[in-house]
């Protein structure tokens, strides 16, 4: 499926990879420069292939790593099972990303982290140290791939990402205000203190500008609120 740009010249995918998602996001977008707020159909065809190239580069790498596990057996030492298991939090971490309906994709990374995580608790045996730093381990990977399910805190992560060091305040003024809390919190304190300064000096520029910045307002104080909840108590 696809849905239209206000002006009706372009068609954006359902779900589209995280360049289409960014070239969306500044779609006639104010917070914007205004260079960047009106992308055009060679921009959104260049942002559509870089898109499709990772999925086919990340599909590749997926069924390397199904291989590799394949080839397990009872005497393989823990160290692989670690560098495996790494190998499928970070695919899981990439494919939030990408284009298309990933969610059978992230089924199978986590079922294949589970036969790991199997595998490591029965080689620590009866170590109650090992044991339970392998469980704080999984809650923590569940609190992180729980945050991944908002698209923006996937492309913020991304090794790669496309969301530029200029790009990330218009980005967070962008996002609805029910889930810049969760998305701030992959940020410090200190970091969240120079994106509301910057936010605040962004909006004021705008409206000198004369534009409306009635919703990025709501979404700075909700910024601003959560740096105040990260305050000391």
Do not use: W
């Not at 969306?24 to 914007?32: G, Q």
């Not at 997926?62 to 080839?71: A, R, S, T, W």
């Not at 609805?176 to 203190?193: G, M």
């Amino acid at each position: 499926m696809h849905s239209t740009s206000p002006r009706g010249a372009l068609t954006f995918r359902q779900r589209p990879g995280c360049h289409e998602r960014h070239l969306r996001r500044k779609l006639e977008n104010p917070l914007f420069p205004p260079g960047q707020r009106h992308p055009s159909q060679a921009d959104l065809s260049a942002a559509r292939h870089r898109d499709n190239e990772e999925l086919a580069r990340f599909m590749v790498e997926v069924q390397e790593l199904v291989g590799d596990i394949g080839k397990l057996d009872d005497t393989v030492d823990s160290t692989v099972i670690l560098d495996l298991k790494a190998r499928a939090d970070r695919y899981y971490e990439q494919c939030t990303g990408l284009a298309g309906d990933q969610q059978p994709v992230k089924e199978a990374l986590t079922r294949l982290v589970t036969v790991m995580m199997s595998a490591l608790e029965k080689g620590a045996g009866g170590d109650a140290r090992a044991l339970a730093e392998l469980r704080q381990e999984q809650l923590a990977r569940d609190m992180h791939f729980s945050l991944l399910e908002l698209p923006l805190t996937g492309d913020l992560l991304r090794e790669q990402s496309p969301i530029s060091a200029e790009d990330l305040v218009p980005t967070l003024l962008s996002e609805p205000v029910e889930s810049l809390a969760v998305i701030l919190s992959l940020f410090e304190p200190t970091q969240i203190s120079v994106i509301t300064a910057d936010g605040r000096a962004l909006i004021d520029r705008r409206r000198q500008e004369g534009l409306d910045m009635a919703r990025a307002e709501r979404r700075l104080s909700a910024i601003e609120a959560a740096l105040g909840d990260s305050g000391p108590d």
